[in-house]
């Protein structure tokens, strides 16, 4: 299997525009369990109309003012499913971090992004498009179906599939691609805080805190925001204090 492990940088995501820092790669052997929550029904009713590898997938990163959106497309084995999957933002840092091990330990995965150039050159769902079809398309061992959480296809998918509401909620293999996702994206975060600090990146994920504009006001933007929606964030920020 081909995992995304969060934590060190050995090398750069390429796209349009700025390079940015990923995640290593490594294989893991699978082991896990099943679990009560978000269920397998879904991807066993594609399963039942003929598709043999479902991919949930999930993004993250739609609503900061600074760093890439990122996605993630994740097939599992019903025999070997982590305990414990839900959408990424009700579970604790701690059970996200044990939950990114399992999956690792059990699953193929892509993890990819779209930069800030393209946010800026498209808009923040077409972007978040571009990621989840780059995450499907880098999976090692290709699915053959996709659960794709929210109400929306992405443009130019390569294989058949299907939105879900409240995917993340509801299917396993979302809510794993939602926890991928959101893991490696705070990775990049981590490092991007590094090289530019004083924003708060290494907490607020670049989302727009207090901090995080009270930042802005005082160093100005970094080539690593997105400059139509900080400025317009900025000027709302300015307009209120």
Known sequence: MVIAEPGKRTGQVKGKGRALPFCILRAAMPSGSMINGPDFSLELA???????????????????????????????????????????????????????????????????????????????????????????????????????????????????????????????????????????RDCVMLSLAQQHPGYGWETNMGYGSKSHMSALQKLGVTPHHRRSVSYTHLRAHETRH
């Open 46 to 184: 594609a399963q039942a109309s003929g598709a043999r590898r479902i991919a949930g997938v999930d993004e993250v990163g739609r609503g900061p003012l600074a760093g890439p959106v990122t996605a993630a497309a994740v097939v599992l084995d019903i025999a070997r499913i982590p305990e414990g999957l839900n959408d990424s933002k009700k579970l604790t840092a701690r059970a996200r971090e044990r939950l990114y091990e399992e999956i690792m330990s059990v699953a193929v995965v892509c993890v990819a992004h779209a930069t800030v150039e393209e946010i800026e050159e498209h808009n923040i769902l077409r972007a978040s498009h571009l990621a989840m079809v780059r995450a499907l398309a880098g999976l090692k061992a290709p699915a053959d179906y996709a659960l794709i959480d929210g109400n929306m296809l992405p443009r130019d998918l390569p294989l058949p599939a299907e939105t879900i509401i409240k995917g993340d909620a509801r299917s396993q293999s979302i809510s794993a691609a939602s926890i991928m996702a959101k893991i490696c």
